[in-house]
């Protein structure tokens, strides 16, 4: 059974940093996309990054535009774990934070297959 678990989240001041962390299990790690996607307070669902691999095995991530170039997503040294580093953080980026498995972008749309419990990152101003 798929299991992610993501955590790391908090309250932070505009400007500053959070390195978010996911824990995952019950897939295929090396074969499938990994990504975030957020959900702010009475807003739906938003598509936060995505890393795929591509035809020579190289990993390649997408962002959306909002946080392109503040935040990196990327593998942990450990199996089965990945993050989200966010630096600049602004008021706009708060939302419940949650990885996700098989993750693709296809057309401009990011999709996700699985997920689990999110985390929660408040920026303040």
């Known amino acids: 059974e798929v299991q992610l678990q993501a955590s790391g989240g908090g309250l932070v001041q505009a400007g500053g940093s959070l390195n978010v962390s996911c824990t995952a299990s019950g897939f295929d790690y090396d074969s499938y996309g990994i990504g975030w996607y957020r959900q702010a307070p009475g807003k739906e669902r938003e598509g936060v990054t995505c890393i795929e691999n591509i035809s020579n095995h190289i990993s390649s991530a997408v962002y959306e535009d909002s946080v392109k170039g503040r935040f990196t997503i990327s593998r942990g040294n450990a199996k089965n774990t990945f993050y989200l580093q966010m630096n600049n953080l602004k008021p706009e980026d708060t939302a419940v934070y949650y990885c996700?498995?098989?993750?693709?972008?296809?057309?401009?749309?990011?999709?996700?297959?699985?997920w689990g419990q999110g985390t929660l990152v408040t920026v303040s101003s």
């Open positions: 996700a498995a098989e993750c693709t972008f296809v057309a401009g749309i990011f999709e996700y297959e699985h």
